[in-house]
């Protein structure tokens, strides 16, 4: 086969040019001319590096885990859109006011999070706000403005 003006032996079935090299796309894929195996469910690209984009998200070249069920990117962090907003690549979660208030107290999004007017001190790995209140995806779930604990169900 010819990848990119260059005659190279075909590595398989399902080829494809990576730059100046064939690789087999079943086993591998091209990240900016870079050879990488496959990974996870939903192998996908972040520069040169390889993510599983059903568990993480590219955000300005850095990958990060997903939020919520439609996420979106604000810089190098992710969040929930459907939930939140991205304003300056500050990551704003109710209403207008109750952000401008929080600004007021202080809002440091690196180290808090404004939960409908109430600044809230980050913690966990995925912190996200339910309501006025503050918790971690990866343990607990909000369902109707209440905190829930996530039940981990194992399957026989």
Same mark, same amino acid.
């Given at each position: 086969?010819?990848?990119?003006?260059?005659?190279?032996?075909?590595?398989?079935?399902?080829?494809?040019?990576?730059?100046?090299?064939?690789?087999?796309?079943?086993?591998?894929?091209?990240?900016?001319?870079? =050879?990488?195996? &496959?990974?996870?469910? %939903?192998?996908?690209?972040?520069?040169?590096?390889?993510?599983?984009? %059903?568990?993480? =998200?590219?955000? #300005? /070249? @850095?990958?990060?885990?997903?939020?919520?069920?439609?996420?979106?990117?604000?810089?190098?962090? #992710?969040?929930?859109?459907?939930?939140?907003?991205?304003?300056? @690549?500050?990551?704003?979660?109710? #209403?207008? @006011?109750? /952000?401008? #208030?929080?600004?007021? @107290?202080?809002?440091?999004?690196?180290?808090?999070?404004?939960?409908?007017?109430?600044? &809230?001190?980050?913690?966990?790995?995925?912190?996200?706000?339910?309501? %006025?209140?503050?918790?971690?995806? /990866?343990?607990?779930?909000?369902?109707?403005?209440?905190?829930?604990? &996530?039940?981990?169900?194992?399957?026989?």
């Amino acid at each position: 086969m010819c990848c990119s003006g260059v005659v190279v032996p075909r590595p398989g079935v399902d080829t494809y040019c990576c730059g100046t090299v064939g690789y087999d796309t079943s086993l591998y894929m091209c990240c900016m001319d870079t =050879i990488r195996p &496959r990974l996870g469910e %939903k192998p996908s690209c972040c520069l040169r590096e390889i993510f599983d984009a %059903k568990y993480n =998200i590219c955000c #300005s /070249n @850095e990958i990060t885990p997903r939020v919520g069920e439609h996420p979106s990117c604000c810089g190098t962090k #992710s969040y929930d859109a459907n939930v939140c907003t991205c304003v300056n @690549e500050s990551i704003q979660c109710g #209403s207008v @006011e109750n /952000n401008i #208030s929080c600004s007021a @107290e202080g809002h440091d999004e690196n180290n808090s999070l404004c939960c409908q007017g109430n600044l &809230r001190t980050l913690s966990g790995l995925v912190p996200l706000c339910c309501g %006025k209140d503050l918790y971690d995806l /990866n343990v607990s779930i909000c369902c109707n403005g209440t905190i829930h604990p &996530r039940l981990h169900v194992q399957l026989s």
